[in-house]
T-cell receptor
Framework: GQQLNQSPQSMFIQEGEDVSMNCTSSSIFNTWLWYKQEPGEGPVLLIA?????ELTSNGRLTAQFGITRKDSFLNISASIPSDVGIYFCAGRSNAGGTSYGKLTFGQGTILTVHP | DGGITQSPKYLFRKEGQNVTLSCEQNLNHDAMYWYRQDPGQGLRLIYY???????QKGDIAEGYSVSREKKESFPLTVTSAQKNPTAFYLCASSTGPEGHGYTFGSGTRLTVV
């Protein structure tokens, strides 16, 4: 089945630093999504990407849909303590069959920000 | 406001008992999903339903059961056959294949003692 490799698994950074994380896939996706999960809560959608090469920002967050359609990147600039959480990438394929429309999730990147 | 509600937030059960987790959405979404999350881990798909009265097994369906009698509701039963049921359970919904990703509930933490 489809797999997403998300890296790094965890990051420990100082407040004010920039953060980069990425996901790579063994197959092509038509949609890439980035979620943030805070402790004890469900993931919340941060950014959605629908076209290869697309670059989208949401405040201090910027994400890109890779040209090969097999990868995506999320950058966080000037991190603050409330950025702490688990960040998940997710991809959707428009291939047929029972997987149609279902998201595949990465393993998550645990972000810790030291004040 | 539209959203997806999971209840209860915390649930404690004795080993060997079945327990049902509630998930209700008023977003008029067609598809609903159940995920399991263990500490520091990613999301593993248990079951999903793309339409009322139909559901499919995910990657770790053994020891779980679901029903989808109404569009708004997708309850998950953790049975005594589930060997290690203590986990954080997340429900999600979406408009379907072309939707803008999933909307997640706030989760239910199940502890079996």
């Amino acid at each position: 089945g489809q797999q997403l490799n998300q890296s790094p698994q965890s990051m420990f950074i100082q407040e004010g630093e920039d953060v980069s994380m990425n996901c790579t896939s063994s197959s092509i996706f038509n949609t890439w999504l980035w979620y943030k999960q805070e402790p004890g809560e469900g993931p919340v959608l941060l950014i959605a990407l629908y076209k290869a090469g697309e670059l989208t920002s949401n405040g201090r967050l910027t994400a890109q849909f890779g040209i090969t359609r097999k990868d995506s990147f999320l950058n966080i600039s000037a991190s603050i303590p409330s950025d702490v959480g688990i960040y998940f990438c997710a991809g959707r394929s428009n291939a047929g069959g029972t997987s149609y429309g279902k998201l595949t999730f990465g393993q998550g990147t645990i972000l810790t920000v030291h004040p | 406001d539209g959203g997806i509600t999971q209840s209860p937030k915390y649930l404690f059960r004795k080993e060997g008992q079945n327990v049902t987790l509630s998930c209700e959405q008023n977003l008029n979404h067609d598809a609903m999903y159940w995920y399991r999350q263990d500490p520091g881990q990613g999301l593993r798909l248990i079951y999903y339903s793309q339409i009322v009265n139909d559901f499919q097994k995910g990657d770790i369906a053994e020891g779980y059961s679901v029903s989808r009698e109404k569009k708004e509701s997708f309850p998950l039963t953790v049975t005594s056959a589930q060997k290690n049921p203590t986990a954080f359970y997340l429900c999600a919904s979406s408009t379907g294949p072309e939707g803008h990703g999933y909307t997640f509930g706030s989760g239910t933490r199940l502890t079996v003692v």
